[in-house]
């Protein structure tokens, strides 16, 4: 009985069965988007962040029990895909994301807890025009990689580590105001080329590269986590085996540097620059490969999608208030020993979230001018419960102001530009390892 009345459910509402695999070219993409939205008006917003050389709408649809804006306590995620436009896996695996998604809200526990805890943003594709010019699936290298302008996008954000003079593309100037709009706790940026989850530093100097090779950022382990999190719940991930059978990444994991260095990279200026830990995802061996594979990749994926956005609820969050109960802005709070170039402050809500992993930290308040208060904390696993320790800081003064604390955009390193010299590859090595390898990443 019951299975004669769900095949008759099917025959009669096709469109509830799901999104098709097959490639969503722009019209379809915005439509699709569009779609959701109009279905799911109270858990969705739909907004466009800016638009590409060409003109073609850069995409958001925002998932979230309160869509429209931030809420206080509920961290903001985000997945980027398709930065590269012949890297094509990530963006229809976003479209199925968001189509499960919707579709589990009030019927799986995980996904209503996570609607319930997370604001999470989904933009399927940050180069669409790239992925227009790309006609037909090819595995290999096409020039769609790049934006309309040739740019390559991966390498068009600022730079912490050297001066680099990009001429900003349109596309990351809309991802650069929309990091400085929101605040996002946690991303990853999904490409294909590779299976591999790698992670930040992609650049560095002797400050933060060791003899191996290898530019540590102070929230390493906590990157080797989050990376590990995707491939250990990615089917094959996690077995590490590269593309061309010949060598392995342990674990299925890597950091960016160690595989090899770039400039102007999007994950590098999450963390250093926005206060967001992200992640690059290679999704796939195969760039564009044939849509009768997309099933397969969804399949593959669909596990390590989900327990990765859960991740925004490790360690610690809270808000900074002052004697008279108003939350400060632009307080600093960090956990010592693990101090960012560019300290990591309070939001427009005095708001801070520091992603830790279980374990005991001493949190430094300091507010410019007002000095410090320090916490010891045992932190739990927030994951499992959805949610991080919850910690407020309080300081007994009425504040008037306190001090506006930009970031630099000029290189952050730059006082160690003298003695890196000594420690680099020679530039002959460089252009090697570039040529060899400016395919991935
Ligand atoms: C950066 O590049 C632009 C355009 O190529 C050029 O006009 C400018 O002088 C350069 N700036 C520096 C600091 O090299
Ligand atoms: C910035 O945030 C405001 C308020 O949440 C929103 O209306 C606007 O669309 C956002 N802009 C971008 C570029 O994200
Ligand atoms: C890698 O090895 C697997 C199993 O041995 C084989 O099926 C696959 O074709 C190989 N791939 C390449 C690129 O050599
Ligand atoms: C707390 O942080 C501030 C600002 O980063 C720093 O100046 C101060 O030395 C720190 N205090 C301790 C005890 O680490
Ligand atoms: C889980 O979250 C609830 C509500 O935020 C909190 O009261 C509880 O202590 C948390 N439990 C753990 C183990 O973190
Ligand atoms: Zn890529």
Same mark, same amino acid.
């Given at each position: 009985?019951?299975?004669?009345?769900?095949?008759?459910?099917?025959?009669? *509402?096709?469109?509830? *069965?799901?999104?098709?695999?097959?490639?969503?070219?722009?019209?379809?993409?915005?439509?699709?988007?569009?779609?959701?939205?109009?279905?799911?008006?109270?858990?969705?917003?739909?907004?466009?962040?800016?638009?590409?050389?060409?003109?073609?709408?850069?995409?958001?649809?925002?998932? /979230?029990?309160?869509?429209? =804006?931030?809420?206080?306590?509920?961290?903001?995620?985000?997945?980027?895909?398709?930065? %590269?436009?012949?890297?094509?896996?990530?963006?229809?695996?976003?479209?199925?994301?968001?189509?499960?998604?919707? @579709?589990?809200?009030?019927?799986?526990?995980?996904? @209503? $807890?996570?609607?319930?805890?997370? $604001?999470?943003?989904?933009?399927?594709?940050?180069?669409?025009?790239?992925?227009?010019? #790309? @006609?037909?699936?090819? &595995?290999?290298?096409?020039?769609?990689?790049?934006?309309?302008?040739?740019?390559?996008?991966?390498?068009?954000?600022?730079?912490?580590?050297?001066?680099?003079?990009?001429?900003?593309?349109?596309?990351?100037?809309?991802?650069?105001?929309?990091?400085?709009?929101?605040?996002?706790?946690?991303?990853?940026?999904?490409?294909?080329?590779?299976?591999?989850?790698?992670?930040?530093?992609?650049?560095?100097?002797?400050?933060?590269?060791?003899?191996?090779?290898?530019?540590?950022?102070?929230?390493?382990?906590?990157?080797?986590?989050?990376?590990? #999190? +995707?491939?250990?719940?990615?089917?094959?991930?996690?077995?590490?085996?590269?593309?061309?059978?010949?060598?392995?990444?342990?674990?299925?994991?890597?950091? /960016?540097?160690?595989?090899?260095?770039?400039?102007?990279?999007?994950?590098?200026?999450?963390?250093?620059?926005? =206060?967001?830990?992200?992640?690059?995802?290679?999704?796939? &061996?195969?760039?564009?490969?044939?849509?009768?594979?997309?099933?397969?990749?969804?399949?593959?994926?669909?596990?390590?999608?989900?327990?990765?956005?859960?991740?925004? %609820?490790?360690?610690?969050?809270?808000?900074?208030?002052?004697?008279?109960?108003?939350?400060?802005?632009?307080?600093?709070?960090?956990?010592?020993?693990?101090?960012?170039?560019?300290?990591?402050?309070?939001?427009?809500? /005095?708001?801070?979230?520091?992603?830790? *992993?279980?374990?005991? +930290?001493?949190?430094?308040?300091?507010?410019?001018?007002?000095?410090?208060?320090?916490? #010891?904390? %045992?932190?739990?696993?927030?994951?499992?419960?959805?949610?991080?320790?919850? &910690?407020?800081?309080?300081?007994?003064?009425?504040? #008037?102001?306190?001090?506006?604390?930009?970031?630099?955009?000029?290189?952050? +390193?730059?006082?160690?530009?003298?003695?890196?010299?000594?420690?680099?590859?020679?530039?002959?090595?460089?252009?090697?390892?570039?040529?060899?390898?400016?395919?991935?990443?």
């Amino acid at each position: 009985m019951r299975a004669a009345g769900s095949l008759c459910l099917g025959l009669l *509402l096709p469109a509830v *069965l799901g999104l098709e695999f097959s490639y969503h070219h722009s019209s379809e993409l915005g439509a699709f988007l569009r779609d959701v939205h109009q279905q799911h008006p109270d858990i969705t917003a739909l907004h466009s962040i800016g638009r590409s050389v060409a003109g073609r709408e850069l995409w958001v649809l925002v998932l /979230g029990r309160f869509p429209t =804006q931030h809420t206080i306590g509920i961290p903001e995620f985000k997945y980027i895909a398709n930065m %590269h436009g012949d890297e094509t896996v990530g963006r229809e695996m976003l479209l199925h994301l968001i189509d499960f998604l919707v @579709t589990n809200d009030k019927r799986d526990p995980v996904v @209503t $807890r996570l609607i319930d805890s997370t $604001r999470i943003h989904i933009m399927p594709s940050m180069n669409p025009d790239g992925f227009e010019a #790309t @006609t037909v699936p090819d &595995c290999s290298f096409s020039e769609g990689r790049f934006n309309e302008n040739g740019e390559d996008l991966n390498r068009n954000f600022p730079d912490a580590f050297h001066s680099y003079n990009v001429t900003i593309q349109p596309e990351t100037q809309a991802v650069i105001n929309w990091i400085k709009n929101e605040t996002f706790v946690l991303s990853a940026n999904l490409h294909g080329g590779a299976l591999v989850a790698s992670y930040t530093f992609d650049n560095g100097n002797p400050a933060t590269i060791s003899l191996e090779g290898y530019s540590r950022s102070p929230d390493d382990d906590v990157f080797i986590h989050l990376a590990k #999190t +995707y491939s250990s719940n990615h089917a094959s991930m996690y077995k590490g085996v590269y593309c061309d059978n010949k060598s392995v990444f342990p674990h299925g994991i890597t950091n /960016g540097y160690a595989w090899y260095q770039l400039q102007g990279g999007m994950q590098d200026y999450n963390y250093v620059w926005g =206060q967001c830990f992200e992640i690059t995802l290679e999704l796939s &061996c195969c760039k564009y490969p044939p849509a009768s594979e997309l099933q397969a990749f969804w399949n593959d994926n669909k596990a390590a999608l989900i327990e990765y956005i859960k991740q925004v %609820h490790l360690g610690i969050k809270g808000q900074v208030l002052d004697g008279n109960g108003q939350p400060v802005p632009n307080v600093i709070v960090e956990a010592k020993g693990r101090e960012h170039i560019c300290p990591y402050r309070t939001n427009r809500h /005095g708001e801070y979230y520091l992603l830790l *992993l279980p374990g005991i +930290y001493v949190i430094n308040a300091t507010a410019s001018g007002y000095g410090s208060i320090l916490k #010891t904390l %045992h932190v739990p696993n927030g994951p499992e419960n959805f949610s991080a320790l919850k &910690c407020d800081f309080v300081f007994p003064e009425v504040f #008037t102001t306190v001090r506006d604390a930009s970031c630099p955009t000029k290189p952050l +390193y730059q006082q160690f530009e003298s003695i890196s010299a000594a420690g680099k590859p020679t530039l002959r090595f460089l252009a090697l390892v570039t040529v060899l390898y400016t395919v991935f990443k």
